[in-house]
C-alpha cells in the first residue's frame, strides 16, 4: 500500500511537472499597411505546425497565446503578400506586422489560408467583400455601388432597378442593421434607390452576416452589414477622386503627427441636374455626401478616432415640390489595450435620419426623422489559444418625430401641427466565445439580454378589449378601431416594456484540412418597426418603436453548411440551407393610410412570417480569371391570421408570398486580368419576379371603373435579368508616384432587357382593358475616370 501511494505522488509530481514545463507566452501586435499605416480587418496569424490561428479584430489587433518552443508563422491577408517568419515563444512578445500590397495578380496565397481558416472556424453565413473587387465589377451610370455588389451574393436580393435596400434570406430591408463605423444608417440608398450612400474611396472593410450572427449585434432580424471606415494615411500626404457621368469624388488623407495620426476627408456630389438648368428646365435631382475621419495613436496602449458621415439628396420640381432627406452619424472611440490578452473599445455614437417634404402648391412643410444616441463598451480577452472571449454592454436612447406639420409661407391657410413625438430607450448586455474545443471542433456560443422601454411624454388610445383594429363580421373586413379614451404618461412614466434572451450557437466540424460541416442558431429582437406599404424602403417611411400594440419582432433562424476548398485552393464550394421564422411581423388591413398617421396601431396587425432556402456558391481565388457564381433557391411567406375563430384574417388567413420572396436567384460575377494595362469584369444576374397583386375583375360606382382586387401577392413581375460588362485601362501601370489614372468602360444590361419595375392597367377608349409595363433603365453605357496623387 506504501508503494502505491509513492507511485502515486510520483505519478502526480511527474504531471505537475510535465503541465509545468508546457509553459505558455502570448504574442500580440497590430497589423497594418505598410504604405499608409492603415490597420488591417480579419488578417489572418496561422501557426501550420500547430494548425492553430487567429485573425485581427476590427482595430487591427491580435493576440496568440502558445506552449513555450519555436514556430512558422504566416501572415497573410487578401491583397497583400503574406509574410512569413519564425518566432521563438520564450517570453510575451509584442510584434506589430507590416504587409506589402501586392501588385501581383489576385493574392493566390492570402485566398488559401484565409479559406483554410474559414474551414475550421465556426463562422458562417458570412460574406466579405474587397472593395478593391467591388470597384471592378460592372454598375449602372458607371457609379461603384457598395449595395448593388452584396446583391450578388446568394440569399440578398432587392425589389428590382432603382429600389433601395436590400432583403436578406427573405427577410425585409427594415430587418437589416447597415453600420457605419459602428453608428446606424437608417436609409441606405441615394436618389431613391439608384445609388448607395456609401462612397467606395473611404471605405476599408465590408462584412455582410446573414445567420450565425454575433452576440454583438442586435437589434434588427435579418442580417447585419458592418462597414469601416479608412483611418487616413498616417505617413503621407495623399488625393484620388473620380469623375463619371452624373458625380465625381474627391478624397484626401495624410499625417496629422507622422505615424501616430492622421486624417481623412472625402466627398462625392452629383451633377446631372445642372445639365437641366441648361435646357431652361427647373427641375433637379441631386446628392452630396461627405465622409471625415481623425485618428490619433495616444501611446502604444491607447488610441482615439471621431469619424462622420453626412449626406443628402434633394429632389425639387419647380418649387412646387421639393423633397430632401439624409443620414448624419458622428462617432468618437476610444481604443485601451489593457494588456496583451485584453483589448477594449468604448462608443459614443450619434445617427440622425432626416426627411423633408415642402408642397408649395398646398402651402406646407413636412418635416420628421429619427435620432439615437448610442453608448457602448466592448472586451475581446483572448484568453487562450484555444479559447477567446467577447463581452460587453450597450445602451440606445431614440428620438421619433413622425412629423412636423408647418406652412411654408404667410399666404398657407395650414396650421402648425406637431405629431406626438416618441421616445424609447434599449439597453442591452451580451457574451459570447469563441472555443477551439478540439482540432476538428470549433464552437461559437453565446448569450445576449436585450431590454426595450418605450418612455413617455405621450398621449395612449384606449380602445374595447384593448383591440386597436376592429373587425365587421358582415363585411369581413378589418377598419381602423375607435378610442373610448385616452391615457397620457409622463416622461417619467413606461408605456410598455419588454426584454428577450438571445441566444447564439455556431459548431464547425473538420473533415479534413479542406472541408467542413457547420450548423448554427442565432435568435435576434427587433424592437423598431418601419411603417411602409411599398415593396422596397421609400424616403418617406416612417421608424415606429414597439408599445402595447405594436409587439417587438422576435427571429429565429437555424442554417447547416457544407464547405470545401478544391485544388490547393484555388477553387472553394459553400452550401447552405436555412428556415428562418418571425413572431409579430407587420400586416397592414386593406386601405391602410400610412401618412401622418397619428395612431398606426388602428390600421396595423401583428402577423408572422417564414423564410427557408438553399444557398450555392461556388468560387474561383486565384489566377487571371476569377469571381464566384452564386444559386439560391427560397421562399419567403407571411400569414396573419384572424385573432377570433370568427375573424378571417389577412388573404383568409392563408399563407401568402411576401413581397421579398424570390423563388429564383441567379448571379454569375467574374474578372479577367489580360495583362497590366487591361482588365475585365462582368455580372449577369436572373431572379424571379417581384411578387405583386393584380386586380381581377372591376365594378361601377357613379360611372367610374373601379377594380377589384383578389388575394394578396398571388402574381408576379416577368422575371428580372441582365447582363453588364465592365474594361479598365491603366495607360502607366507601372508609375507608383505622382499623378496615376484609369479610365473605366462599361454597359449596363447590354442586351437591352426591359425589366418590369411595375405593372399598370388602363382602360383604353374602346373601354377594353391593358396591361403597361414601367421600365426604368435599358442598356446604359458610362465612362469615368479615376486618378491618385
Wanted: net charge positive; aromatic share 14%.
Amino acid at each position: 500500500m506504501y508503494l502505491k501511494k509513492k507511485i502515486f505522488l510520483f505519478l502526480f509530481f511527474l504531471q505537475f511537472a510535465v503541465s509545468f514545463s508546457q509553459e505558455k507566452f502570448t504574442l500580440s501586435g497590430t497589423i497594418s499597411d505598410s504604405s499608409n499605416n492603415e490597420t488591417l480587418i480579419g488578417v489572418n496569424i496561422y501557426v501550420p505546425e500547430l494548425k492553430i490561428g487567429t485573425t485581427t479584430n476590427a482595430y487591427g489587433f491580435y493576440s496568440l497565446t502558445l506552449p513555450r518552443g519555436k514556430y512558422k508563422f504566416e501572415f497573410s491577408y487578401l491583397g497583400y503578400q503574406s509574410v512569413f517568419e519564425e518566432i521563438d515563444f520564450s517570453e510575451n512578445l509584442k510584434k506589430n506586422i507590416s504587409l506589402i500590397a501586392s501588385s501581383e495578380q489576385l493574392d493566390e496565397v492570402v485566398i488559401t489560408e484565409k479559406s483554410k481558416t474559414n474551414i475550421r472556424k465556426a463562422e458562417m453565413s458570412v460574406n466579405k467583400l474587397s472593395i478593391v473587387n467591388i470597384k471592378k465589377m460592372p454598375v449602372v451610370l458607371g457609379e461603384v455601388d457598395v449595395l448593388k455588389s452584396i446583391l450578388l451574393l446568394p440569399g440578398v436580393t432587392n425589389a428590382g432597378e432603382g429600389a433601395s435596400g436590400f432583403n436578406v434570406r427573405g427577410g425585409g430591408a427594415d430587418q437589416n442593421l447597415i453600420l457605419l463605423d459602428e453608428a446606424v444608417i437608417f436609409n441606405s440608398s441615394h436618389v431613391f434607390g439608384f445609388f448607395s450612400v456609401f462612397n467606395p474611396d473611404a471605405i476599408k472593410d465590408l462584412k455582410l452576416y446573414k445567420g450565425g450572427i454575433p452576440a454583438r449585434f442586435g437589434g434588427r432580424g435579418s442580417s447585419v452589414l458592418d462597414i469601416y471606415q479608412k483611418d487616413g494615411n498616417s505617413k503621407e500626404f495623399h488625393m484620388n477622386g473620380g469623375i463619371g457621368l452624373i458625380s465625381s469624388r474627391l478624397l484626401a488623407e495624410g499625417p496629422l503627427v507622422k505615424d501616430k495620426g492622421s486624417f481623412l476627408i472625402g466627398g462625392r456630389a452629383s451633377y446631372a441636374h445642372l445639365f437641366l438648368k441648361l435646357a431652361n428646365n427647373d427641375n433637379s435631382a441631386y446628392f452630396y455626401d461627405l465622409n471625415a475621419k481623425l485618428s490619433y495613436k495616444l501611446d502604444n496602449k491607447n488610441s482615439l478616432f471621431l469619424s462622420g458621415y453626412f449626406g443628402r439628396d434633394v429632389f425639387n420640381l419647380n418649387g412646387s415640390f421639393v423633397n430632401i432627406y439624409g443620414n448624419s452619424t458622428l462617432n468618437l472611440r476610444w481604443n485601451h489595450l489593457f494588456n496583451d490578452k485584453l483589448f477594449s473599445n468604448f462608443s459614443m455614437i450619434y445617427s440622425d435620419y432626416y426627411y423633408g417634404l415642402t408642397l408649395d402648391f398646398v402651402g406646407f412643410q413636412y418635416d420628421s426623422g429619427i435620432k439615437n444616441y448610442n453608448l457602448k463598451y466592448d472586451f475581446k480577452n483572448y484568453i487562450s489559444d484555444k479559447l477567446k472571449l467577447n463581452f460587453g454592454a450597450n445602451a440606445i436612447y431614440y428620438d421619433f418625430n413622425p412629423g412636423t406639420i408647418k406652412p411654408n409661407s404667410t399666404e398657407s391657410g395650414i396650421n402648425y401641427r406637431q405629431l406626438e413625438q416618441k421616445f424609447a430607450f434599449e439597453p442591452s448586455l451580451y457574451v459570447e466565445a469563441e472555443h477551439d474545443v478540439t482540432s476538428k471542433i470549433s464552437l461559437m456560443y453565446g448569450l445576449r439580454y436585450s431590454m426595450f422601454y418605450r418612455l413617455g411624454q405621450s398621449t395612449v388610445n384606449l380602445y374595447a378589449n384593448n383591440q386597436a383594429v376592429e373587425y365587421d363580421p358582415v363585411l369581413q373586413v378589418y377598419k381602423k378601431g375607435t378610442p373610448i379614451g385616452t391615457q397620457f404618461f409622463n416622461r417619467n412614466k413606461t408605456l410598455a416594456s419588454f426584454d428577450n434572451f438571445e441566444p447564439r450557437f455556431s459548431v464547425s466540424y473538420a473533415l479534413s484540412d479542406d472541408q467542413s460541416v457547420k450548423a448554427s442558431y442565432n435568435r435576434m429582437t427587433q424592437y423598431l418597426q418601419l411603417i411602409s406599404n411599398t415593396s422596397s424602403p421609400a424616403p418617406l417611411d416612417v421608424w415606429t418603436p414597439s408599445d402595447r400594440y405594436i409587439k417587438p419582432q422576435i427571429v429565429d433562424q437555424v442554417a447547416l453548411g457544407y464547405f470545401q476548398n478544391f485544388k490547393n485552393d484555388e477553387y472553394s464550394l459553400e452550401v447552405e440551407t436555412f428556415y428562418k421564422t418571425v413572431k409579430n411581423r407587420i400586416d397592414y388591413i386593406d386601405g391602410a393610410d400610412l401618412i401622418a398617421n397619428e395612431a398606426l396601431e388602428q390600421i396595423i396587425l401583428n402577423g408572422r412570417l417564414r423564410s427557408y432556402g438553399l444557398e450555392v456558391m461556388l468560387k474561383k481565388n486565384t489566377g487571371k480569371f476569377n469571381g464566384w457564381l452564386s444559386y439560391t433557391l427560397s421562399r419567403s411567406e407571411q400569414q396573419t391570421p384572424g385573432r377570433t375563430a370568427t375573424e378571417i384574417g389577412i388573404n383568409n388567413s392563408e399563407w401568402y408570398k411576401s413581397a421579398f420572396d424570390k423563388l429564383h436567384n441567379l448571379a454569375i460575377t467574374s474578372a479577367y486580368d489580360l495583362n497590366k494595362k487591361w482588365s475585365f469584369g462582368a455580372n449577369f444576374t436572373l431572379q424571379s419576379g417581384q411578387p405583386v397583386t393584380f386586380p381581377n375583375g372591376q365594378y361601377q360606382y357613379q360611372d367610374i371603373t373601379i377594380p377589384s382586387y383578389g388575394l394578396r401577392n398571388k402574381e408576379r413581375l416577368p422575371v428580372y435579368h441582365h447582363l453588364d460588362i465592365s474594361a479598365t485601362y491603366t495607360p502607366k501601370p507601372d508609375k507608383k508616384k505622382g499623378w496615376q489614372g484609369e479610365w473605366v468602360f462599361s454597359v449596363y444590361n447590354i442586351y437591352n432587357r426591359k425589366n418590369a419595375a411595375s405593372i399598370n392597367f388602363r382602360q383604353k377608349e374602346n373601354g377594353t382593358n391593358e396591361a403597361v409595363r414601367f421600365s426604368i433603365f435599358g442598356i446604359v453605357p458610362a465612362v469615368s475616370y479615376n486618378f491618385k496623387f
